[in-house]
DNA sequence: ACCTGAACACCGTTCAAGT
DNA sequence: ACCTGAACACCGTTCAAGT
């Protein structure tokens, strides 16, 4: 007679990025998501290969929910503050995904690219089809370590961190425009 | 009758680093630098307080060390280059120093302060004073996405990743100057 | 004064035994 | 077919006992 399910793996993918911003990647544990689900630790494998794999489906959940956003996004400031607002809301998901250290799970390649399309999209637009790679690295390297650095603190040299952001902005898009 | 040192500060912050390098943040574990240094793990207890005092000090010896490099740029391309042969050349170490996840263990207030004086000094030069913060976190903020990015394999839709760097550089700089 | 084995509280993961 | 306790190999850390 077989025992009824008792979790999903839904569930556990959102225990798990619950988790993960609450306690950071360390407090991801096999055990704390057991617990949230209402099962035992052992269950889980029954739904996910490993504690990797489980990491990797909340990079793609991630991406996946950044994606959708900056598609919607009709030019580079609306853009840029979308990605930048994400990374405020879900700061350790977007640590996870755009700067995962080395031995992090990282999402599928598919799912990676597809975060790529919006911004190369409007950065076509504003550089050309010539430059629209070297344009999108830019703008996409910018906003990716100034959002790291605001999310780690590391702006300590006082200063208006929204001017600094509205200033990049400004130069970028003069600066790649033709 | 005291036992002779067998080991000593430096020589387990080195095998922290090394085994940083080698295994990743996750491989850097007391009973690995243990062996290294040639003692069991509870004797490190005697000469650092716990592991996350050892990541600290391998993030301080990092970031000394990458200072004295910027310090010795005369313009921003140099000064650029040199980060980014530093992130090449000690890839976790940059990781740990510039992306630190939620938790990680973080240098000191001022041995960060002391990383931006040559950045702040060049883009002085380039933006003129009233504009040197901004500047200054424009070509950081950029600099330190593009490596982490390239340190991840993020620039996964081919092109010449050496390419787009200049193309930063030329632009950036270009931007910032009156 | 430094070093060590033993111990404790955690991890991730496997597996036989339950229902 | 799913769930669980028990077990194993790891961690970081503490501490009494050795020299």
Same mark, same amino acid.
């Given at each position: 007679?077989?025992?009824? $399910? @008792?979790?999903?793996? &839904? ?5 798990? *990025? &619950?988790?993960? %911003? ?13 617990? @949230?689900?209402?099962? #035992? ?5 029954? +739904?996910? %290969?490993? +504690? ?8 793609? /959940?991630?991406?996946? /929910?950044?994606? !959708?956003? =900056? ?12 990605? +930048?607002?994400?990374?405020?809301? @879900?700061?350790?998901?977007? #640590? ?17 690219? !597809? !975060?790529?399309?919006?911004? =190369? @999209? ?8 010539? $430059?629209? =790679? %070297? ?14 650095? /605001?999310?780690?603190? !590391? ?6 961190? $929204? *001017? ?15």
């Amino acid at each position: 007679m077989p025992t009824p $399910d @008792r979790t999903t793996l &839904d569930a556990i993918v959102a225990a798990a *990025r &619950d988790l993960l %911003e609450e306690d950071g990647l360390a407090g991801v544990t096999m055990q704390g998501v057991a617990v @949230r689900v209402g099962v #035992r630790a052992p269950s889980l494998y029954k +739904r996910v %290969e490993n +504690r990797d794999r489980l990491i990797q489906l909340v990079a793609e /959940e991630t991406l996946l /929910e950044l994606t !959708a956003r =900056l598609d919607a996004a009709a030019d580079a400031r609306t853009l840029l503050d979308t990605y +930048r607002a994400f990374g405020k809301e @879900r700061p350790a998901a977007f #640590r996870l995904v755009m700067t995962p250290g080395a031995g992090t799970p990282v999402a599928d390649t598919a799912v990676q690219a !597809a !975060a790529s399309t919006a911004i =190369l @999209r409007i950065s076509a637009g504003l550089a050309g089809e010539t $430059d629209a =790679l %070297e344009a999108a690295r830019l703008l996409t390297a910018w906003a990716t370590g100034f959002i790291s650095m /605001e999310l780690n603190g !590391a702006f300590r040299l006082g200063g208006d961190i $929204d *001017r600094a952001w509205d200033y990049g902005i400004a130069h970028l898009v003069d600066a790649i425009t033709r």
